[in-house]
């Protein structure tokens, strides 16, 4: 059951390695579960889980696991068959064989088992084993030593109830995310010019190899470690983007905070870019498109922020601008192969859920631009292929079918 | 049984979880990892878990320029080069120039310490992975001096991180992992008893609930934290404010609201709540 359970919990996307698995393993020979699966739940968790974006799968993932079979569930016995014949992953590294070989599994059975005994007498005298009382080897959840009471969940909550309650679904990564977690991602959008420009005076290494030469001057010059990313960021107002407007201004200000990039300008568009680009949310003052374009060059990125859901007239025919009032003389098309032409380190970031992208607009604006989800997962997957880290993935397999 | 048990402090209150984490990475002798929103005592818990075990505490305040190098020892180059030049010290003896860090104090401490890496995303994203060698050997080298650090105690080391870069693997899977959730209620109701020990039950309750709505006000751009709540408490006792005042209009939010946009954001719906509670 216990190799079970690492399958599962692998199985559920929480890749635990051996590295991991194992110190559970000592943990438990040396008495941490306290027999009472309460207190291994948050053990687990403390060394099999890393991320708290994964608490949330790890809660579904253990309820999901021990519902039902928690009552007759004693895991010293599980541990104890496992010891006995431990069943491990097939596909090791090098690191984990290697923490597999520091451990003596007998040894390890060996301290288990004395510390059973041991656990036993210490519940009869009642000075060690916390809790109730009682000598059953479940305990009981929620004890606390101190005898403090803290928390209202403590008592007679099992580990499995408090795993279904999933108190951790709002640190999940691929919900939608707050301005902080914006601006982080974006901290990761950095590029250090290592080619770009002189080099610069290092002055720290310099003083440093001059002292270590006992005082002849060694001048040192180094790559300038500033970063190179130059962002132009277009976001989509308006329509049907007002139930997104929150998710948008949030990425607006984060990016306006960041001030790590060399360079950072922002225009507003409605619905799909033409010619021209607005600097304020009421569309009311801008620049033409073709003036802001002539402004950037290779070295740009563009992120569009915008649902890409309209009417393919708005793409691909002349006059189809969605104000009536406005008539393009160039399609909207156009204009965002413009765009990528210019600056092809370009990508869209999209606040409606993947599954929903297959809108006959979404499909043609994803063969210009790399889309991605306007979630902390699909930012951070943008970022990462702005900054050249990562290949950009087709990802249609992903997406439903469209119907009408 | 022989490790020691961590049960929390009279001024620091864990929660049964955060105490089995200390203490199995304590027995364990694995570096914990604390994540959390801020204010939710992620600092404090390094010293709680000295304090409570009797035991000396070192802290290593990371900044975006620090190295890890840096942790174990320093070599004072500029130091030594201006005794060469200017002063009339022995430049012989390199070792008066090393000076050791707070990794390596740690490791040199004949009694086991608490050792607290405090915000470790803010220095390079190579910086866990600086640490690995050390942290598993629990022993370095001066290249300078030829000298080997060994630890005798293996200290207990605390890490704690802001999010504000992901961690690397390598270093993730040699931690004991412990987010602070936010405290609930009751055990804020604690904190704050701790803190404030005479506070009127009415005016505790009056706070615990406006504190608790104020965080569920999703247009918030931060949501106040426990530090923030006891130093409102303190305003609020301070300035004698009545609880019937607390129904009407939160006095002194801008203890609580940090952000001008979030003080405008809140006071138009907590005026029309209060309206509809008459």
């Known amino acids: 059951m216990f190799t079970d359970f690492l399958y599962h919990l692998r199985g559920r996307g929480i890749q635990v390695s051996l590295t991991e698995w194992l110190p559970l393993m000592r943990a438990m020979a040396e008495g941490h579960a306290r027999a009472n699966l309460t207190v291994f739940y948050h053990l687990a968790r403390a060394l099999l889980v890393k991320r708290e974006t994964l608490y949330d799968l790890y809660d579904q993932a253990f309820a999901e696991y021990f519902k039902g079979i928690e009552a007759q ?118 590029r250090l010019g290592k080619d770009e420009g002189p080099e610069e005076l290092d002055l720290d290494a310099t003083i440093d190899e001059s002292a270590r030469n006992g005082g002849e001057i060694d001048l040192i010059f180094g790559p300038p470690r500033r970063n190179r990313i130059k962002l132009l960021l277009l976001i989509d107002v308006g329509g049907s983007m007002d139930p997104h407007a929150d998710l948008c201004e949030r990425l607006f200000s984060a990016a306006h905070a960041a001030n790590h990039f060399q360079h950072f300008e922002w225009r507003f568009f409605h619905n799909c870019v033409y010619e021209r680009l607005y600097t304020d949310i009421f569309r009311r003052r801008g620049d033409l498109t073709a003036d802001v374009l002539k402004r950037i060059d290779r070295t740009w990125s563009v992120i569009l922020a915008g649902d890409a859901w309209m009417s393919p007239f708005e793409l691909t025919h002349l006059g189809g601008a969605i104000d009536l009032f406005h008539d393009n003389r160039e399609t909207g098309l156009t204009w965002l192969q413009r765009i990528r032409d210019r600056c092809p380190n370009s990508v869209w970031l999209n606040p409606e859920p993947k599954r929903i992208w297959n809108a006959p607009s979404a499909r043609v604006i994803r063969e210009v631009f790399p889309m991605f989800e306007l979630t902390l997962d699909g930012l951070s997957e943008a970022v990462d292929v702005i900054a050249g880290r990562r290949a950009n993935q087709p990802l249609d397999a992903a997406i439903g079918q469209w119907t009408h | 049984m022989t490790f020691e048990q961590f049960t929390g402090t009279a001024t620091y209150l864990a929660s049964p979880e955060l105490r089995d984490a200390v203490n199995v990475a304590v027995a364990l002798e694995r570096p914990l990892l604390i994540k959390g929103e801020p204010g939710t005592g992620k600092t404090m818990l390094a010293e709680a878990i000295a304090e409570g075990l009797g035991l000396e505490f070192l802290s290593w305040n990371i900044k975006s320029t620090s190295k890890g190098h840096d942790g174990l020892y320093v070599y004072d180059t500029v130091a ?19 000076k050791l860090g707070p990794l390596g104090r740690s490791f040199k401490s004949a009694e086991r310490v608490v050792l607290l890496i405090d915000e470790v995303d803010k220095a390079d994203m190579e910086f866990p992975n600086d640490l690995l060698h050390e942290l598993d050997r629990m022993s370095f080298q001066i290249d300078e001096t030829g000298e080997t650090v060994t630890a005798t105690q293996r200290p207990i080391v605390v890490v704690t991180s802001n999010n504000e870069k992901e961690l690397p693997d390598a270093f993730l899977r040699r931690c004991v992992f412990h987010y602070i959730a936010f405290p609930d209620e009751d055990l804020m109701r604690d904190i704050v008893q701790v803190h404030h020990p005479e506070i009127e039950e009415e005016l505790l309750r009056q706070v615990l609930i406006a504190f608790y709505w104020l965080r569920e006000q999703t247009e918030l751009r931060k949501r106040p934290s426990t530090s923030e709540l006891i130093d409102w408490i303190a305003a609020l006792r301070r300035a004698g404010v009545r609880k019937e005042a607390m129904e009407e209009k939160l006095p002194f939010l801008g203890v609580l609201l940090k952000h001008e946009q979030d003080l405008g954001s809140v006071a138009g719906p907590r005026a029309r709540r209060a309206g509809v509670l008459h």
Do not use: K
């Open chain 2, 80 to 98: 030594r080069l201006n005794d060469a030049r200017f002063g009339d010290r022995d430049i012989g003896d390199i070792r008066r120039y090393i």
């Open chain 1, 73 to 190: 569930f004693d895991l010293s016995e599980e541990l104890l068959d496992w010891l006995t014949d431990p069943v491990l992953p097939r596909e090791l590294s090098a690191e984990e064989i290697a923490a597999l070989q520091a451990l003596d599994l007998d040894e390890l059975r060996e301290r288990f088992d004395q510390r059973l005994r041991e656990q036993t007498e210490r519940h009869d005298g009642g000075d060690r084993w916390i809790g109730t009382g009682g000598t059953s080897p479940f305990g009981h959840g929620g004890v606390n030593p101190a005898g403090i009471r803290v928390g209202g969940a403590g008592g007679g909550r099992s580990a499995v109830q408090v795993a279904s309650d999933r108190r951790f679904r709002n640190l999940r990564s691929d919900r939608v995310l707050d301005t902080r977690q914006i601006g982080m991602a974006l901290r990761r959008l950095r």
